[in-house]
């Protein structure tokens, strides 16, 4: 992987962690969503709408199926996600997530798009996977140690991180494409993307607009940090799609975890700091056997 791709994946992976973080601490559900997409339309609106002007007019069917595609991909995502944050812990849900999608692109990748991957490279996924299960919780997630209400929680957060991670790498998989082999700009594919998250979100604003304004006077402050912040790691890791393989790229993302490890654990107050740390080293290690490799 060049240097370049890996430096852009470390920047996005910092930004990630903390907008997550953010939206864990939101409690928010698909209107949570909305505000975040609404701030990032309007946010983002000077640099999207004047590249779209530039190339949009040179999209055919291809690109529209590819952001349409995108866009209702990542809001299956982002819905299933916060449900796992108020179900359970980001120190659960977030490295699931992060494992099981990254894990699942680079197959797709090396099976479907005729990516290659090295030894070291190989080993730079099992690194981070292991990493991402250390934690996570390791060997303690399937252990009777934890009161009934803790283990209903972890197991809660097993199932919507794993889930999470399916979306993760579908995502992944068709915005890598859009880059990589329709040659689309990574920020028209996640801005026009957006448009198509908002068709799917806006109704359940309209369903009671008193309690949506009643949450937005408590929520807007995370949705403001999500919807500004969380575009730029996204399109970051696209620029790196565009000059490195999905099947290095993808998994290399998640040193996310090592910023979320360490932020996460101290401003939320969950434990397994030890876990955490070797889970972070493993994850370390495992990025730069996939630079190198």
């Known amino acids: 992987m060049p240097v370049s791709a890996l430096a852009l994946v470390i920047l996005a992976g910092l930004i990630h962690a903390c907008w997550n973080i953010a939206a864990k601490k939101a409690k928010g559900d698909v209107r949570f969503s909305c505000f975040s997409s609404l701030v990032m339309m309007v946010f983002w609106a000077p640099v999207g709408l004047w590249l779209g002007w530039q190339y949009v007019p040179g999209w055919g069917v291809t690109e529209w199926s590819l952001v349409a595609a995108s866009g209702v991909l990542h809001t299956i995502y982002f819905i299933v996600l916060l449900r796992g944050y108020r179900k359970a812990d980001l120190t659960v849900v977030y490295p699931l997530a992060r494992g099981s999608g990254p894990l699942l692109s680079s197959l797709v990748a090396i099976v479907f798009l005729g990516e290659h991957i090295s030894a070291m490279g190989l080993g730079g996924v099992v690194a981070v996977v292991a990493g991402v299960f250390l934690i996570a919780g390791g060997p303690e997630l399937f252990r009777n140690t934890h009161s009934a209400d803790r283990r209903t929680r972890i197991r809660k957060g097993m199932l919507y991180g794993v889930l999470t991670g399916v979306f993760i790498a579908s995502y992944t998989v068709v915005d890598g494409y859009a880059v990589k082999m329709a040659f689309m700009s990574p920020i028209l594919v996640d801005y026009f993307g957006n448009f198509v998250r908002l068709a799917f979100l806006l109704p ?71 876990a955490r740390f070797f889970g972070a080293a493993c994850i370390g290690v495992g990025v730069m056997a996939l630079a190198l490799g």
Do not use: C, T
Not at 217 to 222: G, H, I, L, T
Not at 239 to 267: C, D
């Open 204 to 274: 359940a604003m309209f369903r009671n607009p008193g309690e949506a304004r009643a949450l937005w006077r408590v929520q807007w402050k995370y949705a403001v940090v999500v919807g500004v912040i969380s575009p730029i790691s996204y399109v970051l890791v696209l620029y790196a799609m565009q000059v490195a393989p999905l099947s290095h790229v993808a998994p290399a993302r998640e040193v996310s975890m090592l910023f979320a490890a360490l932020l996460g654990g101290q401003l939320l107050g969950e434990g397994d700091r030890i």
